[in-house]
């Protein structure tokens, strides 16, 4: 059983005309860019806690980077608080990157800097102190804990807990830019609701921050997290040959290019969906996501895995129930695996023969060209959905040579293709 690297669709926030902050005066000069201004565009741009940091390399700019206030290495000992951040997109590398709005202590100096540069302070690496609650710890009763793998996560919403929800550390807006490491999940039954929820084990990557959270609140960190802006250039060689058109599959062992591959050739085919006039369910990527954290997960698909797992609560699922997820999966030699299975077939890869048979895609494996398989992968996709007569969709999808998929068996010379799980229902988004 193959598991595929999941894609993800981000969705930007506007907030108010407040972040229009002027520029206060520093050791030097402030210099203007408009092409530095121009190379970037915004994603979002919202609030966001309180936290302090330290920055001594790179540089303090206004919003959308147009001026440049001065090097970091020039106000090495300022704490900066933060009180806002934002998501640019740099269309000439096809990246993005993060910055915090910061102000010193003192009120008189202030700016963007990307997040890469801020080292954190003292102040924000309290441990265990917290909030006890025993009627809290004992509304659950523990079902089962255990070690699990380590994956990388961050989280913006609900709180983190002592095990068995007793002490309460603190709210997850709190540590916003904290990446989490996971090494345990439990699962507690919820008395009251009669369901149960999984809780996984993280830490901090400094060693200084731990507890139990809510695996609903943890988000699989992206590329753009981590890389600093002044040496990404893994999507460069990526970035013409993404369209819907023009699409061409690279061989390469860089994990980073593979993922941001994935999830570009999984957009552009969830884009040609919608545009067909079908519906992203963020209803059914909260169900997706509950499966996909689960450590011993093998990667299936099937009618009794979200059965087992799934928790309709928090608001990540709406108003959707296990019993309403369909689904449709690539399978061995052009066959495909569903919902309406009695017997449940392995996920495999479509190659070349299978795309061109199923699709009639004839995708070229010596120069990765996949020719109009966005668009006739869509469009199968669609034959589906009419069928069973349901708009809303969730879409994972990969394209690569399996061994850069992280499959070893075949050779990366010759086996270019294709995998994908589409999950789709009837039942509408509920509110989040």
């Known amino acids: 059983m193959r598991k595929i690297v999941q894609g993800a669709l981000v969705c930007g926030l506007g907030l108010s005309a407040w972040f229009g902050l002027t520029a206060t005066t520093t050791a030097h000069a402030a210099s203007y860019s408009a092409a530095r201004s121009q190379s970037v565009k915004l994603v979002w741009r919202k609030s966001m806690g309180q936290k302090t940091y330290t920055a001594t390399t790179g540089a303090r700019y206004s919003k959308h980077l147009g001026t440049k206030y001065g090097n970091n290495s020039t106000t090495k000992t300022v704490v900066w608080v933060t009180d806002a951040h934002e998501k640019l997109y740099r269309p000439a590398k096809g990246t993005s990157a993060i910055y915090y709005h910061v102000k010193s202590s003192d009120g008189k100096l202030q700016g963007w800097i990307w997040r890469g540069y801020l080292k954190t302070t003292q ?239 004839k995708v070229d494996p010596d120069t990765g060209d996949a020719k109009t398989l966005v668009k006739d992968l869509a469009q199968y996709l669609e034959q589906t959905l009419n069928r069973d007569k349901m708009k809303n969709f969730y879409l994972n999808a990969a394209v690569g040579y399996p061994a850069s998929m992280g499959y070893t068996t075949y050779n990366t010379d010759t086996d270019l293709s294709v995998e994908f799980q589409l999950l789709y229902t009837k039942v509408a988004d509920g509110k989040h």
């Open 123 to 361: 102040a924000h690496t309290t441990t265990t102190k917290g909030q006890y609650s025993a009627a809290r710890s004992n509304s659950v009763k523990l079902v089962w804990r255990k070690s699990m793998k380590q994956h990388a996560y961050v989280a913006t919403t609900g709180a983190r807990y002592s095990q068995h929800l007793g002490t309460k550390y603190g709210n997850n807006a709190d540590t916003a830019d904290v990446t989490w490491l996971t090494d345990g999940h439990e699962k507690l039954y919820r008395k009251a609701k009669g369901s149960s929820a999984i809780y996984y084990h993280v830490k901090s990557r400094d060693g200084q921050l731990q507890g139990w959270i809510w695996r609903g609140y943890l988000k699989a960190q992206t590329a753009d997290s981590q890389d600093n802006p002044a040496t990404t250039t893994s999507t460069t060689d990526l970035k013409a040959n993404q369209s819907a058109k023009s699409f061409t599959v690279q061989k390469s062992a860089n994990n980073d290019v593979l993922g941001q591959q994935n999830n570009a050739f999984t957009q552009l085919v969830t884009a040609q969906l919608v545009k067909d006039g079908f519906k992203v369910s963020q209803d059914l990527a909260g169900a997706y996501q509950g499966l996909a954290h689960i450590d011993d997960w093998d990667g299936a698909l099937t009618t009794t895995a979200f059965a087992d797992n799934f928790d309709p609560y928090d608001q990540v699922t709406g108003k959707l129930k296990a019993k309403d997820i369909n689904f449709l999966y690539s399978s061995t030699a052009g066959r495909v695996g569903s919902s309406h299975d009695k017997l449940t077939a392995n996920m495999d890869p479509w190659f070349p023969e299978d795309i061109q048979q199923v699709l009639g895609t």
